[in-house]
Each structure stands twice: as structure tokens, then as C-alpha cells.
């Protein structure tokens, strides 16, 4: 089974910063990939899929890249609504399987 | 307006087995492959099971294979996870999603509100 390994487990900023989290796959997964931000209490939300597409109503300062095994999330200029956790998640289409990162919380620093 | 409602979570005895259901309405049920996922009190997103629109393909995790069992019955738009020889480990949020497919590249795009399951003696 494929594993996804997300780095860092969390971090600190401030609002108005750059954030990249990493999500690294054990074996190539074209563009598979999928984004999640979670807040407190509430179920995730999908922010990016295949890799690099902008899910319907998800603000342009969340982007996504990569191919293969590594990929990235960025938030350009973080506010304050942003400060969740995040998750990467690879699927296979037959039979259905989903595979999710551990999650990268992002705090107030 | 797309809904997934998930019922059935509860307290359960290790060993003891418990019914989870997702019934949903918005969309056309049968034509979706859907999921379960389950979060563990303070804990990340686990993938538990996957079936596709007509329950021609199954998969499960390997923490539950042998234990748990995924259903659906598209005439009714519902959902179900049969958890039988529950352990300590299983206790979680359990959250039924829809998934979205295109091209290879699947995710899910609407999430119930989750259902609990307690495991204690």
C-alpha cells in the first residue's frame, strides 16, 4: 500500500506569511493528490485536487504542486481563518482506497 | 443541497460489534463510490473502507480487514459499516464521505458530520 509522510507535523506563523508543507509518497502517484484543511470541531474540507487544481470557492492564495512522489501546499499571505490542520491524501481508483499524510498543524505564532 | 448523515455510533464493549449508517440525499447516490474515514480523539484522518457505485469493488484498511464490513443500498441512498469484533483502537469519529472521481484523480468532496464510537468496558 502506498504511504503519505507529511513534513513538518506542524508550524508556527504569523499572519501575512508564506506557508509550505510537504507530502512525500512511497511511490509514484502522477498527479493524485489531494489537499484537506481541517479546523476544530468541523469535518475536512478539500482545498486542492489532482495535485495543482483549486477546488470551487477555495481562495487563490492556497496552491499545490508536484508530481510523482513529492508535493507541496503554499499559502501565500496566511490569515487568520487559516490556522487549521492540513492533510495530504492519495486514492486509487479500483478497488476505492484513500491514503491520508498525518496532517501539518498550522498555529499562531 | 448535498447531506450525509451518519447515525448508528455509540458506546460499545471490546469484542461487541456496532452498526454504522450514512444516509444521504442531493445527489445520485448510485452513481459515487464512498468512503469511510475515522478520527481518532485528538488524532489524524485514517482511510477505514472504500466501495464503488455498484459494490463491485471493496477495499478496506488493514487495521479493520476481517473485522469490518462496508455495505451501501443505492435504492435507499445509504451507507453502512458493519464493525464487529470492536477494539480499544477503533474508537473515533467516524465520518462517511462521497467521493469525487475525474480522470484517475479522486478525493471526497462532501463529508457527513461524523458519528462516535466509544469503546469501553
Known amino acids: 500500500d502506498i504511504q503519505m509522510t507529511q513534513s513538518p507535523s506542524s508550524v508556527s506563523a504569523s499572519v501575512g506569511d508564506r506557508v509550505t508543507i510537504s507530502c512525500r509518497a512511497t511511490?509514484?502517484?502522477?498527479?493524485?493528490l489531494a489537499w484537506y484543511q481541517q479546523k476544530p470541531g468541523k469535518a475536512p474540507k478539500v482545498l486542492i485536487y489532482?495535485?495543482?487544481n483549486l477546488q470551487s470557492g477555495v481562495p487563490l492564495r492556497f496552491s499545490g504542486s508536484g508530481s510523482g512522489t513529492d508535493f507541496t501546499l503554499t499559502i501565500n499571505s496566511l490569515q487568520p481563518e487559516d490556522f487549521a490542520t492540513y492533510y495530504c491524501?492519495?486514492?486509487?481508483?479500483?478497488?476505492?482506497?484513500?491514503?491520508f499524510g498525518g496532517g501539518t498543524k498550522v498555529e499562531i505564532k | 443541497e448535498v447531506q450525509l448523515v451518519e447515525s448508528g455510533g455509540g458506546v460499545v464493549q471490546p469484542g461487541q460489534s456496532l452498526r454504522l449508517s450514512c444516509t444521504t440525499s442531493g445527489f445520485i447516490f448510485d452513481d459515487y463510490a464512498m468512503h469511510w474515514v475515522r478520527q481518532a480523539p485528538g488524532g489524524g484522518l485514517e482511510w477505514v473502507s472504500g466501495i464503488s457505485w455498484n459494490s463491485g469493488s471493496i477495499a478496506y484498511a488493514g487495521s479493520v480487514k476481517g473485522r469490518f464490513t462496508i455495505s451501501r443500498d443505492n435504492a435507499k441512498s445509504s451507507l453502512f459499516l458493519q464493525m464487529d469484533s470492536v477494539r480499544a483502537e477503533d474508537m473515533a469519529l467516524y465520518y462517511c464521505g462521497k467521493a469525487y472521481c475525474n480522470g484517475g484523480n479522486c478525493y471526497i468532496e462532501y463529508w457527513g458530520q461524523g458519528t462516535l464510537v466509544t469503546v469501553s468496558s
Open positions: 491524501q492519495q486514492a486509487d481508483t479500483f478497488p476505492p482506497r484513500l491514503s
Open positions: 489532482g495535485a495543482s
Open positions: 511511490q509514484g502517484i502522477g498527479s493524485r
